[in-house]
C-alpha cells in the first residue's frame, strides 16, 4: 500500500504497570525526511521505537510503517524496517565481519551476498581494516558504526534509530551525522531519538520534542525555536556568585524561566524582541551594582527551546 507517510502514529499510549510511559502520542514521519524524537530520559522514546518495531505493543492507538499496522502484520512491518536499539546488539565473540554476514543469513540472503554486503559495508564505515577482529576489542564508536552496518545489510527503506550517537565523541559523533545523512539522501527514511538537542537540529528536519510520554512541541527546528519567543539576552556576569541575584533582577523582562549556566557565570534569559530591551537589561543590572562582563542578543538555540518546553510544558492547556 502507498501512503504518503513513512510512518504514522495515531494517538498511541502505553503504560507499564500503572505507570504511563506514552500518552496519546500522534505525528506523521514524510517518506525520505530525517524525523527527530527529542526527549531526556524516560520521556518515551525506546518505548515508541519498539512499538514501532513490534517488540512490544500499545495499550491503544495505531502506528502505520508504510502503512501497514505494526500490531496486525508484525512480520510485514519487520520486513520493512531496520533497527539500532538503544544498546548495540552485535555478538561480542564474533568479528565484524562475521557479525555483519549472519545478519544478511538471518535475512535470508545467501552466504555470498551476505558475504559481499558484509564487506562493502565494513568498508563504507571505515571499519575494513577491524573487520577480522573480534568485536571484544572494537571501541564504543567501532560497535556504534557496526551496529549501523547490521542495519543496512537488507537496505532497508525504513530505518529507526534508538539514540545512534549516545556515548560517542565529538569525532565520532560527526562521522555518524554524516552517515544519516547519506541514508535519508539516498532515499531512505530514517527517524532517530536522541537527547542532543544539537544532533536534531543538525541532522532533522522535522521534530518532536517528548517529555513525560507526552509530544509538547512538533514542528522543524527553526520552528520549535521560534515558540520560546523570538530573542535571547546572553548575559555573563564577572562574579559567579552574583548569578542568583542577577537573575532576580531580570526575571522582570523574561518571558520563561532563566537559564543559569554556573560554569560559564552565564544567564540565557528569554525576552520579548523589541526595541530598548539591551538597555533596559543593562539599566536592572547596574541599578543593583551588579558586574557585567558581557551582553548581547541572539538568535535562540534549540536547548533554550527544549529547556522552555519541557519546564511548562506548552500542551498542558490541551490536556485538560
Ligand atoms: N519494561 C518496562 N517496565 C516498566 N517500566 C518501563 C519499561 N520500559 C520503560 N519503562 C518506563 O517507561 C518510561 C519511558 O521509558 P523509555 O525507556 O521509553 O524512555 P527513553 O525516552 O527511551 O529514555 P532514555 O533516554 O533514558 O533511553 C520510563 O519511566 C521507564 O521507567
Ligand atoms: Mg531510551
Redesign the pocket.
Known amino acids: 500500500m502507498h501512503t504518503d507517510s513513512a510512518i504514522e502514529v495515531k494517538n498511541v499510549s502505553k503504560s507499564?504497570?500503572g505507570?504511563s510511559?506514552?500518552k496519546k502520542v500522534s505525528f506523521k514521519v514524510r517518506r525520505g525526511s530525517i524525523f527527530g524524537l527529542l526527549?531526556?530520559?524516560?520521556?518515551?522514546?525506546?518505548?515508541?521505537?519498539?512499538i514501532m518495531t513490534t517488540l512490544t505493543r500499545p495499550d491503544s492507538g495505531t502506528i502505520l510503517i508504510d502503512g501497514v499496522d505494526v500490531v496486525q502484520s508484525p512480520s510485514t512491518v519487520r520486513a520493512k524496517i531496520g533497527l539500532a536499539g538503544?544498546y548495540a546488539a552485535v555478538d561480542e565473540n564474533l568479528t565484524g565481519f562475521e557479525n555483519i554476514t549472519l545478519v544478511g543469513r538471518l535475512y535470508h540472503l545467501s552466504k555470498s551476498h551476505s558475504q559481499e554486503r558484509a564487506a562493502f559495508l565494513l568498508e563504507q564505515f571505515g571499519l575494513s581494516a577491524a573487520a577480522n577482529k573480534r568485536v571484544k576489542e572494537y571501541s564504543g564508536g567501532m560497535r556504534r558504526r557496526l551496529d549501523l552496518a547490521a542495519v543496512l545489510v537488507a537496505s532497508p527503506k525504513i530505518i529507526l534509530l534508538?539514540?545512534p550517537t549516545t556515548g560517542l565523541d565529538p569525532r565520532s559523533r560527526i562521522d555518524l551525522w554524516e552517515i544519516i545523512d547519506e541514508l535519508a539522501n539516498s532515499g531512505s527514511t530514517v527517524l532517530l531519538?536522541t537527547?542532543y538537542l544539537e544532533e536534531a537540529d543538525r541532522l532533522a528536519s522535522d521534530l518532536v520534542v517528548?517529555d513525560s510520554?507526552k509530544i509538547i512541541a512538533n514542528g522543524t527546528p527553526s520552528e520549535i525555536k521560534a515558540l520560546v519567543g523570538s530573542t535571547i539576552l546572553d548575559v555573563v556576569l564577572t562574579d559567579a556568585k552574583e548569578l542568583y541575584r542577577a537573575s532576580s533582577c531580570l526575571a522582570e523582562i523574561a518571558r520563561s524561566e532563566i537559564r543559569v549556566e554556573v560554569e560559564d557565570v552565564r544567564l540565557r534569559v528569554s525576552v520579548d524582541d523589541r526595541r530598548g530591551v539591551l538597555v533596559d537589561a543593562v539599566r536592572l543590572l547596574d541599578s543593583q551594582g551588579i558586574d557585567v562582563a558581557e551582553i548581547s542578543v541572539v538568535r535562540p538555540s534549540l536547548d533554550d527551546a527544549f529547556l522552555t518546553l519541557t519546564r511548562h510544558g506548552l500542551i498542558d492547556a490541551d490536556d485538560q
Open positions: 507499564y504497570r505507570l510511559a506514552l526527549g531526556p530520559n524516560g520521556a518515551g522514546k525506546t518505548t515508541l521505537v519498539k538503544q534508538d539514540e531519538t537527547q517528548i510520554g
